[in-house]
């Protein structure tokens, strides 16, 4: 069993910043991509940035040039900066992580309990 927990969400005024954290714990034997996606009420899930484990990068059009993924493997963490902060960054962010328990194992797909961000104008 894997287990993921968020943190860093809250209340910033546009314009601001906030940064979040998700910790990954218990059976790991390897991560690969790390995560973050967002949902706003009445909408869909969406991807907001992925991290692989070499370090590549992908945004949303959306966030490029504000948000910053990054992680620490020997911490198994993942963490999304988010500068420049828009209403519309307002929504539940999750964590999404795709682990492999063993050698042998596939990648499962994890997910964080999510987190809050409101931005206030």
């Known amino acids: 069993q894997v287990q993921l927990v968020e943190s860093g969400g809250g209340l910033v005024q546009v314009g601001g910043s906030l940064r979040l954290s998700c910790a990954a714990s218990?059976?790991?034997?390897?991560?690969?991509?790390m995560g973050w996606y967002r949902q706003a009420p009445g909408k869909e899930r969406e991807l907001v940035a992925v991290i692989s484990s070499g370090g590549s990068t992908n945004y949303a059009d959306s966030v490029k040039g504000r948000f910053t993924i990054s992680r620490d493997n020997a911490k198994n963490t993942v963490y999304l900066q988010m500068n420049g902060l828009k209403p519309e960054d307002a929504a539940v962010y999750y964590c999404?992580?795709?682990?492999?328990?063993?050698?042998?194992?596939?990648?499962?797909?994890?997910w964080g309990q999510g987190t809050q961000v409101t931005v206030s104008s």
């Open positions: 218990g059976r790991i034997f390897s991560i690969n991509d």
């Open positions: 999404n992580v795709k682990v492999k328990v063993s050698r042998i194992s596939g990648h499962l797909n994890y």
